[in-house]
């Protein structure tokens, strides 16, 4: 909880705002939650005990909610859990003041919600750390699950080369930050019609991200150690049959992972649609490390809060 002025909380608000070392400060941190956890001394380390930390749900979750609830009581802290509409988000009152009443009764919000901008501005007058827990515009926890996946499995992601191949959303936007701070090269196949907005890809190139674009799953994955893809029909999406018919060619199935190089690993951030954006070969297969990622966001965001609400002196 926090009354203070002008002492700037540590914000989660996207992967852009960090630096490549804080990036993978917390891609470390992460993994040794991860060993602590596994050799199973968890009560030896509370660094957050007494703590109470908030999180907001406009949007359904399976693996954002528990994995925030299981990490918070995990470092020894208190999770309030609200739907958006029972607290009537943004309607009842400003986000502004729900962000300063809230900040007087917990220590760090994590929100979900589609309004990107909604969640600048709860970071913006709140006094503890807000965590980004997705966006319409990004979804940097999952990325940060994503990036250690990669590298248990295939060790540093500096100088190796990801595809995506589908819709161009919020977890896409994430990987772009991401790859503008990790020396990753980023392929992209979309549909024209789907393409990355271009604010996001002038800054990466900007920022010195290698991106190659493409309307050619199979371009995309050549050289590729690792083959992305998400559901074609993300939160807020409408025009269902629309995407449907242009995302059909981006499918990912055993013949586009052939194409990919030898040893790639197949991700996605789930929910998953088998026969949709993923043949059920593919996600189910030998090369599908999705049920890692799942896991990692837990070890991942406990490296957020850690990082958000410790050390802040
Ligand atoms: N990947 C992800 O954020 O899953 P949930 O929507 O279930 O939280």
């Not at 969640?119 to 709140?126: G, I």
Request: charged share 25%.
């Amino acid at each position: 909880m926090s009354d203070a002025e002008g002492v700037k909380p540590r914000h989660f608000v996207d992967l852009a705002d960090f630096s490549t070392g804080e990036i993978e400060s917390l891609v470390a941190g992460a993994k040794a939650l991860k060993a602590r956890r596994v050799k199973g001394n968890l009560g030896d380390y509370l660094p957050l005990l007494g703590k109470k930390i908030a999180l907001i749900f406009q949007q359904p979750s399976l693996r954002t909610r528990m994995s925030f609830d299981v990490g918070i009581n995990e470092l020894g802290a208190h999770v309030l859990i609200v739907s958006g509409d029972e607290i009537e988000l943004g309607h009842r009152e400003s986000i502004a003041d729900t962000a300063r009443v809230m900040s007087r009764y917990v220590d760090a919000i994590m929100i979900r919600m589609l309004s990107h901008h909604e969640l600048l501005e709860m970071a913006q007058y709140a006094t503890v750390p807000v965590i980004n827990g997705l966006t319409k515009k990004s979804h940097p926890c999952q990325v940060l699950a994503d990036i250690q996946t990669f590298e248990e499995r295939l060790g540093s992601i500096r100088g190796r080369t990801i595809a995506w191949t589908g819709d161009s959303n919020n977890v896409l936007a994430s990987w772009v930050h991401a790859a503008a701070r990790l020396d990753v090269k980023l392929k992209i196949a979309t549909p024209e019609q789907l393409s990355p907005p271009a604010a996001l890809l002038d800054w990466a190139r900007a920022e010195g991200a290698e991106l190659k674009l493409t309307n050619d799953p199979y371009e995309a994955v050549d050289g590729a150690d690792c083959v992305i893809t998400d559901s074609w029909v993300s939160m807020g999406d409408g025009d269902r049959e629309y995407r449907h018919n242009l995302l059909r060619p981006f499918q990912v199935d055993q013949r586009l992972m052939d194409a990919a190089n030898k040893g790639a690993i197949f991700m996605h951030c789930l929910p998953a649609k088998r026969g949709e954006e993923v043949a059920a070969e593919v996600i189910d297969g030998p090369q599908s490390a999705v049920w890692d990622e799942a896991e990692n966001r837990l070890h991942a965001q406990k490296s957020v809060l850690v990082w958000a609400l410790t050390d802040t002196k």
